[in-house]
Structures are given as C-alpha cells and as structure tokens.
C-alpha cells in the first residue's frame, strides 16, 4: 500500500482561509473562547502558542485548540490517501481521502 498527502486546491484555501479569518473575529469579539490547553496533549497555552483545528469546515465555529506540533499531526492525518496499487492494472494510482 502507498500513502500519500494530496494538495488542497486554490478554492479550498480561500474557503478555509475565510472560516479561519471567521474563528478569529469570534475568539476577538468573545462570541468563541479559546481553550488555555491542547486539546491533544494539554500543554498550556502559556508554554506553546495554540490554532484552531477544524475537522469539519461546514462548522466554522465547532473547533479544537491544538498546539502546533499536535495540529501538524491532524492535519497530515486527515489529509493521508491510502491507496493500493495492487488492485489497480498497470501500478495507476487511483485515491481517495481517508478519513
């Protein structure tokens, strides 16, 4: 089996960057509250800057507060095609997102 990371298009980070630039209005006007801890790991916000992670961007507002080594970790998790190339004739690669 390959695993690999496949690119976000040019549309899904203006998508992304606009619900993102949203939860940051919302932490700003205190309508969201950012957690004082990694939701993953529990390091203090004090000691490591946190992000907001979204494992759904139809919910712009539902998010965890990660650190960014635990972030880093979701996002290439989410992100990750298992693909089995035996099953495909000739080595194509045909993939899906993996959830």
């Known amino acids: 089996m390959a695993i690999m990371v496949m690119p976000l298009s040019e549309s899904d980070n203006r998508a992304r960057n606009k619900i993102n630039k949203m939860v940051q209005n919302a932490v700003k006007k205190g309508v ?13 916000a004090t000691e490591k800057p946190l992000s907001a992670h979204h494992e759904d961007y139809n919910k712009p507002y539902s998010v965890e507060w990660l650190c960014n080594k635990c972030h880093g970790k979701r996002l290439r998790r989410s992100r990750r095609v298992i693909v089995d190339i035996s099953k495909w004739p000739n080595g194509h690669i045909i993939s899906d997102t993996v959830s």
Not at 34 to 42: A, E, H, I, N, V
Request: net charge neutral; with cysteine.
């Open 32 to 44: 969201l509250w950012k957690s004082t801890y990694c939701q993953d790991c529990g390091v203090f």
